[in-house]
C-alpha cells in the first residue's frame, strides 16, 4: 500500500456520460498530481494541486476538471465521455520538498 | 521544450545485467526518476539522482547520468524474473511536475 488511494479501481460507463474519480493523497502530502495512462499515449500529466489550489495545468481537456478540498482528497471530473477517454487514470501525491511522487494504484476507465 | 525519450522494449536472460536507457532535453532537469510499473500495477520510485551527481547505487540498480548529452541510464545487476515490469523514466524541472518517457518494457527470460 503506497499510501495513495484512488476509488473506484474500475469504471465502465457509456460515452456522454459524466465521471468522478477520487484520490486520498498519503498523509502530509499537500499536492496531489493527476496523470492519464494510455496506450497510444504513454503517461500523460493532467493537473497539480497544491494545498488546494490549481498549480500546474498539462494536458487536460476542457471536458475534465479537477479540485482539491480543505482535507487534501482530490477529484477529478470527466465528462461528455468519449470512447478515447478509456484509460488508466492515476493519482500522485508529493510533499512540497519532496523527491519524487507516490502514486496510487489507478482508476482503470473503460468508456463503451 | 520536455520531452523523455525511451526505447520501448528490452529481452534479458535472467542473471543477466539490463541497461535502460532514456534521453531528456530539459537541461534545467533539478532530479530525474527512475519509476517501475509492474502489471495492474500503480508507478513503484525505485531511485533518483540529482542533477549534479553523475552516478547513484542503490544494490542492484545503478544510475548513470551524463548531464552534457542529457543521457539517464538504469542498469538492473542480476536481473531476474520479478524484475519484468515497465520501467519508466521521469525528469523534473524547475516546477514540481514530472514528465515521463513513453517507458520501457523489460522481459526477462530464464
Known amino acids: 500500500d503506497s499510501g495513495v488511494t484512488q476509488t473506484p479501481k474500475h469504471l465502465i460507463t457509456a460515452t456522454g456520460q459524466r465521471v468522478t474519480l477520487r484520490c486520498s493523497p498519503r498523509?502530509?502530502?499537500?499536492?496531489v498530481y493527476w496523470y492519464q495512462q494510455s496506450l497510444d499515449q504513454g503517461l500523460q500529466f493532467l493537473i497539480q494541486?497544491?494545498?488546494?489550489?490549481?498549480?500546474a495545468k498539462g494536458n487536460i481537456l476542457e471536458r475534465f476538471s479537477a479540485q482539491q478540498f480543505p482535507d487534501l482528497h482530490s477529484e477529478l471530473n470527466l465528462s461528455s465521455l468519449e470512447l478515447g477517454d478509456s484509460a488508466l487514470y492515476f493519482c500522485?501525491?508529493?510533499?512540497?520538498?519532496?523527491?519524487?511522487?507516490?502514486f496510487g494504484s489507478g482508476t482503470r476507465l473503460t468508456v463503451v | 521544450g520536455e520531452d523523455v525519450e525511451q526505447s520501448l522494449f528490452l529481452s534479458v536472460r535472467e542473471g543477466d545485467s539490463s541497461v535502460i536507457n532514456c534521453t531528456y532535453t530539459d537541461s534545467s532537469s533539478t532530479y530525474l526518476y527512475w519509476y517501475k510499473q509492474e502489471p495492474g500495477a500503480g508507478l513503484q520510485l525505485l531511485t533518483y539522482i540529482f542533477s549534479n551527481m553523475d552516478m547513484k547505487q542503490d544494490q542492484r540498480l545503478t544510475v548513470l547520468l551524463n548531464k552534457k548529452d542529457k543521457h539517464l541510464s538504469l542498469r538492473i545487476a542480476d536481473t531476474q524474473t520479478g524484475d519484468s515490469a515497465i520501467y519508466f523514466c521521469a525528469e523534473r524541472g524547475n516546477t514540481d511536475k514530472l514528465i515521463f518517457g513513453t517507458g520501457t518494457r523489460l522481459q526477462v527470460f530464464p
Open positions: 500522485a501525491s508529493s510533499q512540497t520538498d519532496s523527491n519524487g511522487y507516490t
Open positions: 498523509s502530509g502530502d499537500l499536492s
Open positions: 494541486y497544491y494545498n488546494g489550489e490549481e498549480r
